[in-house]
Nanobody, 127 residues
């Protein structure tokens, strides 16, 4: 079984930066994608960024391109999400998800039944 743990959320002013971390432990054999999603009470969960472990492929939602960077963490099955120039619309609970399936371009920011989820970390941005 796979465990996913996020950390690094917090409360900041608009324009500030945060770095979220995701660590995957347990049965991690074959993990291919580690991704970040976010959700607010008013919206459905949306994909933010995706990282392919096998080849360092990344993908981003249009709303975060140029501001967020997803990259390999300190271990193979960890990654970080550097969030710069945060905006109030980035307010959300951020969830990390890991899975073993191949994801085609165009589907990398879409949830699948094969995602293993963490508990989430809250990001609050005030104007």
């Amino acid at each position: 079984q796979m465990q996913v743990v996020e950390s690094g959320g917090g409360s900041v002013q608009a324009g500030a930066s945060l770095n979220l971390s995701c660590v995957v432990t347990g049965n991690t054999l074959g993990i291919s994608w580690i991704r970040w999603f976010r959700q607010t009470p008013e919206k459905q969960r949306e994909g933010v960024a995706a990282f392919y472990i096998g080849g360092s492929i990344t993908d981003y939602a249009d709303s975060v391109k140029g501001r967020f960077t997803i990259s390999q963490g300190n271990t193979t099955n960890s990654e970080s999400l550097q969030m710069n120039n945060l905006k109030p619309e980035d307010n959300a609970m951020y969830y990390c998800a890991a899975q073993r399936e191949n994801l085609r371009a165009g589907a990398r920011l879409t949830e699948t039944p094969y995602d293993n989820w963490g508990q989430g970390t809250q990001v609050t941005v005030s104007s």
